[in-house]
C-alpha cells in the first residue's frame, strides 16, 4: 500500500538538491536523470502493487486509501540553468 504521509525530514533541502542536480542539464539529459532516478527508488521499493499506486496517484486518477485529504502532485518542470 502506497504512503503518502510526509516522512521527508528537511523537504526544502531535498527540494534545492533536487533542482540543483538538474542545473546545466540539456532537456533530454533532465528527462534522463529523472527516468533513472525513479527507477532506481522504484529498485528500492520493489512492491509491483505500491509502484503502480504511485502511478497512478501521480497521474491523478487515484487517491490512496487513508489520504483524505492529500491533492495528488501537481509535476513541475524543472527550470535548467544556463551552463
Do not use: K, W
Request: charged share 10%.
Amino acid at each position: 500500500m502506497l504512503d503518502t504521509q510526509p516522512r521527508l525530514q528537511a523537504c526544502d533541502d531535498f527540494y534545492e538538491a533536487l533542482i540543483t542536480s538538474h542545473n546545466g542539464l540539456t532537456p533530454p539529459e533532465s528527462h534522463a536523470m529523472n527516468a533513472r532516478l525513479i527507477l532506481l527508488l522504484a529498485n528500492h521499493i520493489g512492491d509491483q502493487a505500491t509502484l503502480l499506486q504511485a502511478l497512478q496517484f501521480a497521474r491523478g486518477t487515484t487517491v490512496p486509501a487513508g489520504s483524505a485529504g492529500i491533492a495528488p502532485v501537481t509535476p513541475v518542470a524543472p527550470v535548467h540553468a544556463a551552463a
